[in-house]
């Protein structure tokens, strides 16, 4: 089938650059989490918040780029397959139609779904890029976890040797600040129980 070799050229490009994105994104993480840290350390808050959750935000996209590049992979495999045992069919060769914009694209939802296209065209679809979809579609939310800003806020902290005196809302009781106080009061409760032993 002609073409289809340059087609199957840019597909492994377009894996190779998901996985560069994802590493942009790790770098942009931890560029975030110094800024958390220097906040913290300057005592605002709310500053510490918003750069907690780009953090969050940078570390969820390079999982996301990382998938999608292991997805875009496993989809070069199978079409090199075909190629190589000269079984491309007309409908494989149809979704290629303004495949290369698209991969050139670098947006998550418009390669999943080309993705959904070729992996179509398979007639077995294996369990891990079904698990891949799922993961995909659950990790694309924009929202961030607050939970997860406020132990990475904590984390930083403890980094910068500080004490993160957050105001939390009420009833989340069950936070890593607590969970800190309770270890260090039994521990002082196991010395003061040696100490009587002793005397």
């Given at each position: 089938?002609?073409?289809?070799?340059?087609?199957?050229?840019?597909?492994?490009?377009?894996?190779?650059?998901l996985q560069r994105?994802?590493?942009?994104?790790?770098?942009?993480?931890?560029?975030?989490?110094?800024?958390?840290k220097k906040a913290?350390?300057?005592?605002?808050?709310?500053?510490?918040?918003?750069?907690?959750?780009?953090?969050?935000?940078?570390?969820?996209?390079?999982?996301?780029?990382?998938?999608?590049?292991?997805?875009?992979?496993?989809?070069?495999?199978?079409?090199?397959?075909?190629?190589?045992?000269?079984?491309?069919?007309?409908?494989?060769?149809?979704?290629?139609?303004?495949?290369?914009?698209?991969?050139?694209?670098?947006?998550?939802?418009?390669?999943?779904?080309?993705?959904?296209?070729?992996?179509?065209?398979?007639?077995?679809?294996?369990?891990?890029?079904?698990?891949?979809?799922?993961?995909?579609?659950?990790?694309?939310?924009?929202?961030?976890?607050?939970?997860?800003?406020?132990?990475?806020?904590?984390?930083?902290?403890?980094?910068?040797?500080?004490?993160?005196?957050?105001?939390?809302?009420?009833?989340?009781?069950?936070?890593?600040?607590?969970?800190?106080?309770?270890?260090?009061?039994?521990?002082?409760?196991?010395?003061?129980?040696?100490?009587?032993?002793?005397?």
């Amino acid at each position: 089938m002609p073409n289809m070799e340059q087609h199957l050229f840019n597909l492994k490009f377009a894996a190779k650059e998901l996985q560069r994105n994802s590493k942009k994104c790790d770098k942009e993480e931890k560029v975030e989490k110094a800024k958390v840290k220097k906040a913290i350390q300057k005592g605002n808050m709310e500053v510490a918040r918003i750069h907690a959750e780009n953090a969050i935000r940078q570390k969820n996209q390079s999982v996301n780029f990382l998938r999608m590049s292991a997805r875009v992979d496993a989809v070069a495999a199978r079409v090199q397959t075909a190629v190589t045992m000269n079984k491309v069919t007309k409908s494989m060769a149809g979704v290629v139609k303004g495949m290369d914009a698209t991969l050139k694209s670098m947006n998550l939802e418009k390669i999943s779904s080309l993705m959904d296209k070729f992996e179509h065209q398979f007639e077995t679809l294996d369990v891990q890029t079904q698990q891949m979809e799922d993961s995909m579609s659950s990790t694309t939310t924009l929202t961030t976890p607050q939970n997860q800003v406020d132990t990475l806020m904590q984390e930083m902290a403890d980094e910068a040797g500080l004490d993160l005196n957050m105001e939390l809302p009420q009833g989340q009781t069950g936070t890593v600040a607590s969970s800190v106080a309770s270890t260090e009061q039994d521990e002082l409760s196991q010395r003061l129980a040696k100490l009587r032993d002793q005397v």
